[in-house]
């Protein structure tokens, strides 16, 4: 049987996509999983210092971690490669790497840096381009978006789906990377709305500062919908947090 691929992708910074990658890897490992991370380009982290494929691993357990490049400001890995001086990462660098842990693991998470369109290099080439060289290259890769639950998120997943549908990438679906304690009437109302802009389910919400939870393993399996390996029901928790 092939390694399942999944891309993880955020629809902006600060959504929560390294947790979401963690509670993924924990689900996976407690179904007995092999499991690898990849991170393509990390920025604004020195040398010596752990990156968000370090976190996932201190997160979620006994995995392997991967990181092709890493550059020092806190930029869009293009722009932080160029200020660096430093090369690109092309596509197939990411691809040879994905092949290479796909053939000793059930499972790779690819990490990516910031939304889907963020750009790696001077000819624009982005994570949605390293998925496709994926696809290309015959490895079955899919994406996972890790959005946000508040204002303004229906937008960015709309847009997010659509151009992930004019590159013939697969959505699997969304994931709420941040659910806040005391939700709004926009973070309730969009719990319905998040699958209509995507044209994919919601496959879990994670609540804030999971990171920091007691036992994220349990936490990761009831946050994660059971397409990821988890309990989550999304009826359900629409349901519980239906706006009056």
């Known amino acids: 049987m092939s390694a399942r691929i999944l891309f993880m992708t955020g629809t902006n910074t600060e ?21 690898a991370v990849l991170k393509p380009g990390q920025t604004g982290i020195a040398p010596g210092e752990p990156g968000d494929a370090a976190e996932v691993q201190r997160l979620a357990g006994d995995l392997t971690v991967s990181e092709l490049v890493r550059y020092p400001e806190p930029l869009a890995p293009a722009t932080a490669a160029r200020r660096a001086g430093m090369p690109f990462l092309s596509p197939a660098e990411v691809t040879d790497a994905v092949a290479e842990l796909a ?31 994926v696809l290309d290259a015959g490895l079955p890769a899919e994406v996972l978006l890790v959005a946000s639950a508040g204002l303004g998120t229906l937008n960015i997943v709309a847009l997010s789906a659509e151009a992930l549908a004019a590159r013939r990438l697969p959505l699997t679906g969304v994931l709420v990377g941040s ?32 990171a920091a939870a007691a036992d994220f393993a349990a936490l990761a399996l ?23």
């Open 15 to 35: 959504v929560g996509k390294t947790v979401a990658t963690a509670a993924v890897a924990s689900a996976a490992l407690q179904a007995g999983l092999r499991v």
């Open 103 to 133: 053939a000793g693991h059930d499972l790779v998470l690819v990490e990516g840096a910031g939304g889907l369109l963020v750009r790696y290099d001077d000819e624009g080439r982005t994570l949605a381009d390293q998925a496709r060289a």
């Open 179 to 210: 659910w806040p304690t005391a939700p709004g009437l926009a973070e309730r109302c969009n719990l319905a709305d998040l699958p209509r802009s995507a044209g994919a389910p919601l496959l879990g919400a994670l609540p804030e500062r999971a």
């Open 222 to 244: 009831a946050s994660l919908a059971p397409e990821l390996g988890g309990t989550w029901n999304a009826e359900h928790f629409t349901r519980t947090h239906r706006p009056e």
